[in-house]
């Protein structure tokens, strides 16, 4: 483990290198414990530098074993080597120059997997963000570009495959029962996109002809056996390979493309240059062992790496800071892709649910920052929901405010202009302003003021004059760093509803910019005034969610309800019932903090049961609906005092007051919306296992509720299905035999499945209430739980901190005291995980003063540690400010 040096980077100092990387040729010998790398590098120096400069190459946990400069020995007189860095001096003033670097590594050993590793037997490298100066000394930084040639020679037969960038050049037999592969890639790029895989896999195999007529081969690397659990993969690779010739005019540049699933991973996946790394959790399903959630994220995930190889490869990041460039653009294409192939609008609600979900904490607490950072203390720690999602939404309004063709333009231009480059977010940026002629300077603070922007809301209509008016404001809040803020860009897509369900359109405005459907605040308080307005209309605002904000309107239930009835836009619709329910979820948790008995909530339930038994409307955004804000939702909504005890009860008070209510509906959602014939994944079939399922949770709380979920567990025949009873079963009757019983039957159907027993960890470790720490610790010791591998603990651990509310934050601070010696137990084996599971005390500060006093204290457990790795330095520093 490398081990905090303080040391922080700024994007003000910024500079180019002082030598120019022309190819890079690298040899890998691989061995479990002792791989040899051979790097040769050919650089120059580049014109108008300091003729003098030294070359200075990176490294972690490195020990040089040769370094020849144009093939001689170089006196040691002539650099400096240490485990982080190997400086050379004297190098030639305008000539070419080789650079050969050899090093010894152990990928047994490596724990923290980046860099050289190894999983499963199979030899794998992650080498994003600064992974590739674990394997040799390098220039290990995105704005060095150069095509690399690879040689992989290893023991055949444990090592049939050898696999790296680019297109296969060739390969043969070696000496001692090794082979060898030679790899080119001829595509310039950084040292993070560089990729080595090699082992023993079975394959998948496909072919897809681009749009101007190449053949590329399609492979999809799982293990022996898996392999018919990679064709949904395979089909949605096809898919997006497809749909960004069609959307974005992209066509894929070799004449392979590869994607290895491996059991041990860091993250979801990797865009390495025509070969994929990815978790297996996101390449393999099946129906009897993954559920519509899996099959949705495997569709996008693929997606995403794919589109890629054009936003992040073919054009890349010039420094980290610019992360959001490929990640949060990347994003918003993997978006519209899911939105073209599934349901836009339930598409958009998951979305918009998970941006609020873990973006907007992550805006409101210790650990805001902009979608365009200017100072990190380690990279690792910005691969985060705001530089992703909200980096996607801030995407996403380009194209709102700019309009789909212009911005379709825009996109041209950035890929016209920048293939091949290693480019800033100002150059994106500048693309849009050139394709539009519009100046978006303002709108460019998007990218760098951090905090979820809070608009307050109020509206009049004048009957005399048929004026209606709509006053906002917008205020930010300080963020670490931030104090204070500038007014925003904030497109504001809107409606004005009449009462007979139709849309009002208005003969004037004054006051501001209204361009078609949408408003765009630019001041800090602005009247847009609507003439020629017969009645008075209803305001439906931030439609589509076209800007990610908190809205502070207090509109009438009647005016939400007029919304959930006739919004043309079903997300709108959804919003607005969100707006009803959220305040009486606040009332009842207020009311039982207060020992006082909630009230019955017959106007909220009526119109939640009311759209439930709508057949016109799609069974998916039913089920959405039903899906009640969640307990998290109700805790940002407070915002501070949080007891997640009151919150539980209270929600859980008002599922049962709906189950009451809904009985008829719900048992006749659960037994006509079963689906006939085979499994499909399909998102309308999918759409009816959740309302199903939906209709299920919901009579678990009337009379029979265990036994008529345990006969529902005993009858599925999917994944979606199994694991949805499993889960009412769990948290619902945790202690009962039928609790026992269907878990006990599901582990032993599952217990060679890695991916689904991460499911049987994960609903336990959410069962609600303070006894689950008990169980989570039981189930460290579980013969199954395997602590090296980062699937099972996110899935115990992570599911246990992130998810469980009641859980983690009982009231003694037991949970959080676990938490952090957890983290001082996993941090010298892997920091990144460590670090990750660490942020779900982001918003400790929220909680009512006795636990955020135990939190507190937990933090500082962690913060006292003698030695910690920079990632878990660099959290709790930030966490306890
Ligand atoms: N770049 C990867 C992705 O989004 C994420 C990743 C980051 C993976 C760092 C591994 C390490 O798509
Ligand atoms: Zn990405």
Redesign the pocket.
């Known amino acids: 483990m490398r081990t905090d040096t303080g040391q922080i980077i700024h994007l003000a100092d910024y500079r180019p290198t002082d030598f120019v990387l022309e190819r890079v040729d690298l040899t890998f010998e691989l061995d479990p414990t002792a791989t040899k790398i051979e790097a040769r590098l050919i650089f120059h120096r580049r014109e108008g530098t300091d003729p003098t400069a030294p070359l200075i190459l990176d490294g972690d946990e490195l020990s040089l074993s040769g370094l020849l400069i144009d093939q001689n020995e170089i006196p040691a007189e002539r650099y400096d080597v240490t485990a982080e860095k190997l400086v050379i001096r004297d190098l030639p003033e305008s000539t070419p120059f080789e650079v050969t670097v050899i090093t010894i590594i152990n990928p047994e050993a490596n724990t923290q997997l980046m860099g050289l590793y190894r999983t499963n037997g199979v030899y794998c490298t992650?080498c994003?963000?600064e992974g590739f100066r674990r394997i040799t000394y390098f220039p290990d930084r995105p704005d060095v570009l150069a095509p690399y040639t690879i040689t992989i020679i290893a023991d055949k037969a444990a090592n049939p495959l050898l696999l790296s960038n680019g297109n296969f050049l060739g390969g043969g037999n070696y000496d001692e029962g090794r082979h060898f592969a030679a790899w080119f890639d001829p595509h310039p790029k950084p040292s993070y996109l560089f990729a080595l895989v090699a082992g023993d896999l079975g394959v998948v195999e496909d072919t897809f002809e681009t749009m101007s007529g190449n053949e590329v081969a399609l492979k999809i690397y799982v293990e022996h056996g898996k392999e018919p659990r990679a064709a949904y993969a395979m089909d949605a690779l096809k898919r997006s390979m497809k749909w960004d010739e069609e959307r974005f005019g992209r066509e894929y540049d070799l004449n392979i493309f590869q994607i290895v699933a491996v059991s041990d991973f860091?993250?979801?996946?990797?865009?390495n240059k025509g070969l994929n790394v990815f978790n297996d959790k996101y390449v393999l399903a099946d129906p009897e062992t993954a559920t519509d959630q899996d099959y949705a994220n495997i569709e996008a995930i693929i997606a995403?790496?794919y589109f890629?190889n054009w936003t992040g490869n073919r054009i890349t990041c010039r420094d980290w800071f610019q992360l959001c460039l490929k990640?949060g653009l990347t994003v918003f294409r993997d978006h519209e892709f899911s939105a073209d192939q599934r349901s836009r609008a339930v598409k958009r609600i998951a979305e918009v649910r998970h941006l609020k979900a873990e973006q907007f904490p992550e805006d409101a607490g210790p650990l805001a920052h902009p979608v365009r950072p200017t100072a990190y203390r380690e990279i690792n720690n910005f691969?985060t929901t705001t530089v992703y999602e909200k980096g996607s939404e801030v995407t996403r309004m380009i194209q709102t405010v700019l309009g789909r063709d212009t911005f379709k333009k825009g996109m041209d231009v950035y890929f016209e202009r920048h293939d091949g480059d290693a480019a800033t977010v100002e150059d994106f940026v500048k693309c849009f302003e050139d394709a539009s002629g519009k100046d978006l300077k303002q709108f460019s603070l998007w990218y760098h003021q951090a905090g979820t922007p809070l608009v307050s809301v109020s509206t009049a209509y004048d009957s005399a004059s048929q004026t209606f008016s709509v006053s906002l404001e917008q205020t930010v809040q300080a963020t670490p760093g931030q104090p204070n803020k500038e007014p925003m860009h904030i497109p504001l897509g809107f409606a004005l509803l009449l009462d007979n369900g139709s849309l009002a359109s208005a003969s004037s405005v004054k006051g501001g910019d209204v361009t078609g459907e949408v408003l765009h605040l630019t001041e800090r308080a602005q009247t847009f005034t609507f003439g020629g307005i017969g009645s008075r209309p209803v305001l439906s605002l931030n439609r589509g969610f076209s800007a990610p904000i908190n809205l502070h309107f207090e509109q009438s239930s009647t005016d939400l309800l007029h919304i959930v009835r006739h919004e043309p836009d079903l997300f709108a619709r959804w919003q607005a019932l969100t707006d009803l329910a959220l305040p009486v979820l606040m009332k009842a948790t207020r009311d039982v903090r207060d020992g006082r008995q909630p009230e019955p909530q017959a106007e909220l339930i009526a119109t939640l049961l009311e759209v439930a038994a709508d057949d016109t409307l799609e069974p998916a955004f039913r089920a959405q609906v039903l899906a009640l804000p969640s307990e998290a939702d109700i805790a940002r909504e407070f915002g501070s005092n949080n007891d997640p005890d009151a919150i539980h009860a209270a929600r859980q008070g008002i599922l049962a007051d709906i189950a009451k209510a809904g009985q008829a509906t719900f048992e006749t959602l659960f037994t006509s919306l079963v689906n006939e014939g085979d499994f499909t994944p399909d998102a309308a079939s999918a759409g009816r296992r959740a309302l199903r399922n939906a209709a299920l949770s919901y009579l678990s709380y009337l009379d029979g509720g265990a036994t008529r979920a345990a006969e529902a567990f005993a009858s599925t025949n999917n994944m979606t299905d199994t694991i949805q009873a499993l889960t009412v079963l769990a948290h619902r009757f945790p202690g009962q035999s039928e609790t026992a019983n269907a878990l006990g039957a599901f582990l032993k159907r599952f217990q060679d499945n890695a991916l689904v027993l991460d499911k049987w960890f994960a609903i336990q470790a959410t069962i609600p209430g303070a006894s689950t720490l008990a169980r989570v610790k039981a189930l460290m010791e579980d013969p199954h739980f395997v602590a090296s591998n980062p699937n099972r603990v996110r899935s115990l651990i992570g599911s246990f901190t992130f998810s469980n509310p009641t859980g983690f934050s009982r009231a003694d601070g037991e949970g959080y005291r676990f938490l952090a010696q957890q983290i001082l137990a996993i941090d010298p084996k892997n920091p990144q995980l460590a670090a990750r599971l660490l942020t779900s005390m982001r918003s400790w500060r929220s909680l009512e003063p006795s636990r955020a006093a135990h939190a507190e204290a937990a933090l500082s457990e962690i913060d006292k540690a003698l030695s910690l790795s920079t990632d878990v330095r660099d959290i709790v520093e930030r966490i306890l400010k």
């Open positions: 992650q994003e963000a860091n993250m979801g996946a990797m865009e995403h790496e890629h990640e691969y």
